[in-house]
């Protein structure tokens, strides 16, 4: 069995959509990211960086003590690896994956999240115009990227549909939000709609829709004391 630290986040439904789709035993370990959970000392003991997912396999392939793991990338290859699906075995088309999980991690997810941060804020911290616009932009190049890569080739890494698929698509199910067009990327589209409307991909989706909280319908106070507990972090002192 796999305990899965989760909020309903895109970092948390690549995650959902790979167990849905690989049929592994798991179950939600909720980690409510607006309470703070992700700092509590427990969680910090399977994922250092106090972010969400993070998993812990009481059944690890061998045997032997339960592993944990944090990084939605890292746990990807992990359960994928586990189960024997959606992750090439050939040298070739495992780094063709691996570089785009790599992509997703390092550039989709990171600019995406930021756009959406700025796109959030409510203008009483001064004007973020060139930030909106930064990474609009960004995020409208990631998806440019995709459209590239997907006009001759069915899914990310090529002819199969693997975890490299899996990763990128929770970040892109919020254009809208994100201010892009999808009209403008008529491959990228296409392999969207592919994607949408897989029985795995939409159960991964749904996973925690009942814990999802819209942070623009928060009441003003709650939506501050998000913002303090979340935005600004700095530097945990360690342990003396």
């Known amino acids: 069995m796999i305990d899965l630290h989760y909020w309903p986040t895109p970092n948390g439904k690549k995650v959902t959509i790979l167990l849905e789709e690989c049929g592994l035993d798991y179950q939600i370990v909720p980690c409510h990211i607006g309470r703070g959970d992700q700092f509590a000392d427990s969680f910090l003991s399977i994922s250092p960086n106090n972010r969400?997912?993070?998993?812990?396999?009481?059944?690890?392939?061998?045997?032997?003590?339960?592993?944990?793991?944090?990084?939605?990338?890292?746990?990807?290859?992990?359960?994928?690896?586990?189960?024997?699906?959606?992750?090439?075995?050939?040298?070739?088309?495992?780094?063709?994956?691996?570089?785009?999980?790599?992509?997703?991690?390092a550039n989709q997810g990171p600019k995406t999240g930021e756009c959406g941060h700025f796109r959030r804020l409510d203008g009483s911290q001064g004007d973020q115009t060139y930030a909106v616009t930064r990474f609009t932009d960004e995020v409208n190049r990631m998806y440019g990227v995709l459209n590239n890569r997907l006009y001759d080739r069915p899914y990310v890494a090529g002819d199969e549909y693997t975890i490299a698929d899996m990763i990128c698509y929770p970040w892109t199910v919020g254009w809208r939000e994100q201010a892009q067009d999808l009209s403008e990327f008529k491959y990228f589209k296409r392999w969207f709609d592919e994607i949408s409307a897989r029985d795995g991909v939409q159960a991964g989706m749904a996973v925690g829709e009942n814990m999802a909280q819209d942070f623009a319908k928060l009441p003003p106070e709650e939506a501050a004391r998000w913002r303090k507990l979340l935005y600004n972090q700095r530097a945990r002192p360690a342990p003396e």
């Open 52 to 105: 969400m997912p993070a998993l812990v396999d009481h059944a690890p392939q061998g045997g032997g003590a339960p592993i944990s793991v944090f990084e939605s990338g890292a746990m990807m290859m992990y359960i994928a690896e586990k189960a024997g699906q959606f992750y090439p075995q050939d040298l070739r088309g495992r780094y063709e994956v691996n570089q785009w999980v790599m992509w997703q991690m």
